[in-house]
DNA sequence: TTGGAATAGTACGCAATGCGTAATAGCACA
DNA sequence: TGTGCTATTACGCATTGCGTACTATTCCAA
């Protein structure tokens, strides 16, 4: 039975979002591929490119990291993404509750 | 515009399930409405009535907890959970890959 | 020249789950 | 009688991770 898989992608859910931000971040402008294959180097197969393009898309959407296309050769292949100031505000405040989230977690199992 | 609310539902499915397990681990045997009034107590409104009665109807089905209506005076109104031994299994797996995923995103903030 | 990787992005649809809202029912207390 | 607390259940929506597949460009080897 595999009652594990499932439920790893319900708990991705979310932090995915808070990935993407801080690999924007720290390791400055990205490409959608680039993000996956950061990802990928990261553990044990994150987030594949179904999940990461519509991710950026909605970020994009809310205004939480600007998108363009690349000039020159880049042009009409690769589309770069950066980090805005309200994504940076909102990459600070998911990942504080995630660590929340977290703290919950070890500090009802702590007691025992 | 509250842009926030709905990513946090998301960010919380998968953990309301540890969350319910380690209750019933470290707190033993526990009735649906204690946990809910636990997990009021644990932070800023982890998880309501409608949440976590589905969790625990999931985790019956699934192995992960056992239920019995009370006994007594309790009869017909108290159904009580305990964790199993799959439970524990899983809870500390699931663990381990929350764990996983926050050492993940606090990794990539780490070098800025 | 041709063909197959590797790179890069897009589209479609399913399944799972948190959560708002509300209904039901027993018990206590005034 | 009626108000409120305890305790469980039911319905339905919105969001999202992810499998699968398709298109297009670049580059290297046969």
Known sequence: ????????????KG???LLVLALLRSRGPLHGYGIV??????GDL?????????VLKRLEADGLVDASWG???EAGRRKNYSITGAGKKFLDEGT?????LHAALG??????
Not at 1 to 12: H, I
Not at 37 to 42: A, I, V
Not at 107 to 112: D, H, L, T, V
Request: no cysteine.
């Open 96 to 100: 504080r509750q995630f660590d929340d």
């Open 71 to 73: 000039a020159g050769d």
């Open 15 to 17: 932090v995915v979002e």
């Open 37 to 42: 294959q950061e990802l990928e180097e990261l």
């Open 107 to 112: 500090r009802i199992g702590g007691n025992r």
């Open 1 to 12: 039975m595999d009652l594990y898989g499932p439920w790893l992608a319900q708990l991705r």
């Open 46 to 54: 994150i987030a594949g490119v179904s999940t990461v393009y519509p």
